[in-house]
C-alpha cells in the first residue's frame, strides 16, 4: 500500500486528491497538512512513501518544505510538487529542492495517480509541459569546468563529467546508462541500445544514483544535465 501526505492550504484541493487517491486501488491517503511546516511535521510522524507538495502556501512554502523533507535520509519520502503555476522559478526551485517529480494541477485525475505511483516507485516525473524547459535550463545551469570523476579531466564532454557526491567514480557503463536516460530513454530503450538485459540497466542506474546521491530518475537527469554528461 502506497502512503501519501497531501500538503495544500486550499481545503477544496486537498478534498479532491483524497477522494482521487483514496479511490484507487493500492492508496491510502494517510494525512493532510495546511502548510510547509506541517507538512514536514507529518511526513516525519506518519512515514509516507509520497508527499504531494503545493508551492504557494501561507506560513511555509513548498519548496523549503521539500528540501526538509528530502533531506532526512535515504528513508526519506519522495516529493511530487503538485501546483497552478508553471513558473521557471517554482519548478526550478522545486527540483533543486530535491522534489522527484512536478505535475501541474490542470492535469488528469489518473496523471495524479500515476505520478504518486512512479515516485513511490521511484521512478520519478516531470509534467510534459514543462520537462523540455526544465531540461533546456539545466543544461544551461550546467557545473562549469567539471572532467571525468576521479580524474581531473576537464571538459563537458567527458564520459562522466562532474564527481559523484559519493567520491566514487562512475564506470564507463554507469555513465554510458546515465546519458541515455538523460536523453530521455527508458530502461528497455537503454537495454536494446547496449545490448544487456534490463535487469543490468537497473543495477547500473542503482549504482550510479547511489554514487550521485540522487533519489530517482528525475534526479539523476538533472545531475547528468548539470555536470555536462548529457549534450
Not at 6 to 15: I, T
Not at 188 to 215: D, F, N, P, W, Y
Request: glycine share 12%; hydrophobic share 45%.
Amino acid at each position: 500500500m502506497i502512503k501519501v501526505v497531501l500538503a495544500d492550504d486550499q481545503m477544496m484541493v486537498r478534498a479532491g486528491f483524497r477522494y482521487i487517491l483514496s479511490h484507487t486501488d493500492g492508496i491510502e491517503v494517510v494525512g493532510e497538512a495546511a502548510n510547509g511546516p506541517a507538512a514536514v511535521e507529518a511526513a516525519r510522524r506518519l512515514r509516507p512513501d509520497v508527499v504531494c507538495m503545493d508551492v504557494r502556501m501561507p506560513g511555509g512554502d513548498g519548496i523549503e518544505a521539500t528540501r526538509a523533507i528530502v533531506s532526512a535520509g535515504p528513508d526519506a519520502p519522495s516529493v511530487l510538487v503538485v501546483t497552478t503555476f508553471d513558473l521557471d522559478d517554482y519548478v526550478f526551485g522545486a527540483l533543486e529542492a530535491g522534489a522527484g517529480g512536478f505535475l501541474l494541477k490542470d492535469a488528469a485525475p489518473d496523471d495524479l495517480v500515476d505520478a504518486v505511483r512512479r515516485l513511490a516507485a521511484g521512478q520519478g516525473l516531470l509534467d510534459q509541459a514543462v520537462t523540455r524547459r526544465v531540461i533546456s535550463e539545466f543544461a544551461r545551469r550546467r557545473v562549469p569546468g567539471n572532467g571525468v570523476p576521479g580524474t581531473g579531466t576537464p571538459g563537458a564532454g567527458a564520459p562522466g563529467a562532474g564527481a559523484p557526491s559519493s567520491g566514487q567514480t562512475l564506470t564507463g557503463r554507469e555513465a554510458e546508462v546515465l546519458r541515455l536516460l538523460a536523453r530521455g530513454m527508458s530502461n528497455a530503450e537503454i537495454a536494446e541500445e547496449m545490448v544487456v538485459e534490463i535487469s543490468t540497466v537497473k543495477s547500473h542506474l542503482g549504482r550510479a544514483m547511489q554514487k550521485m546521491g540522487v533519489r530517482d530518475r528525475v534526479q539523476a537527469v538533472i545531475w547528468a544535465y548539470r555536470h555536462g554528461m548529457a549534450p
